[in-house]
């Protein structure tokens, strides 16, 4: 009988069409639009795969239509930890309720993050996000650098005259930086006006 068993005339099986929701689950991506065919061979045109959670950028780590970030494994430094559970770490854990304090009476310093092994990535956008706290410990002028060597450092992006305009604010910012680097250190060399510096989160995106 035609239409039972999954079969129709000439007992051909008949494809049942996946959702858009399974597309994108099968061919592994999480966001932006993507094109390709269904599980029936049928065209998909920009399906809808999502948006990215926070801290994660779609293409983020130079898989395309996939949601990531650069700094999702690997090691915290900082010049100075002014605080036990305020480390270096803190801004590193995609969690912007945490933080990296320098310590009373330091309003400049450094925080690097070096990638496993001898792994390198371009960096070509970062993002900074505020603590939620003291707006005077915010940074306000800063390079970001890359080294290879984890001595002679180059610099990807100098930034000076920023503003976080709120608590928690997340800022981000596009580099022409082409260089593949195993380490990436945020410089700061003035903060917002108070006598210590802190930060939520510094992530970095690139391939």
Known sequence: VEGQGGASDGG??????????QFCARVGKDCGAVNGSDNCGSPIAAADCGTCQPFRLCAGTGKENVCGALT???????????SVGETSSKAFDFNASTKWYA????????????????????V??????????V???????WQLQGSND????????????EVFARRLQTNSYTSANTTAYRWYRLLVTANSGATA???AELVLYGK
């Open 124 to 133: 070509h956008s970062y993002s900074l996000t505020s603590a939620g706290d």
């Open 72 to 82: 999702s494994d690997g090691s915290a430094t900082a010049s100075s930890v002014g």
């Open 135 to 141: 707006p005077g410990r915010d940074p306000s002028a």
């Open 150 to 161: 984890g001595g002679v450092w180059g610099v990807v992006d100098q930034r000076t005259g």
């Open 103 to 122: 310590g009373d009476n330091t309003k400049t310093g450094w925080l690097a993050f070096q990638f496993p092994g001898t792994t390198a990535y371009a």
């Open 197 to 199: 510096l802190q930060l």
């Open 12 to 21: 051909a099986a008949t494809c049942v069409a996946e959702t858009l929701a």
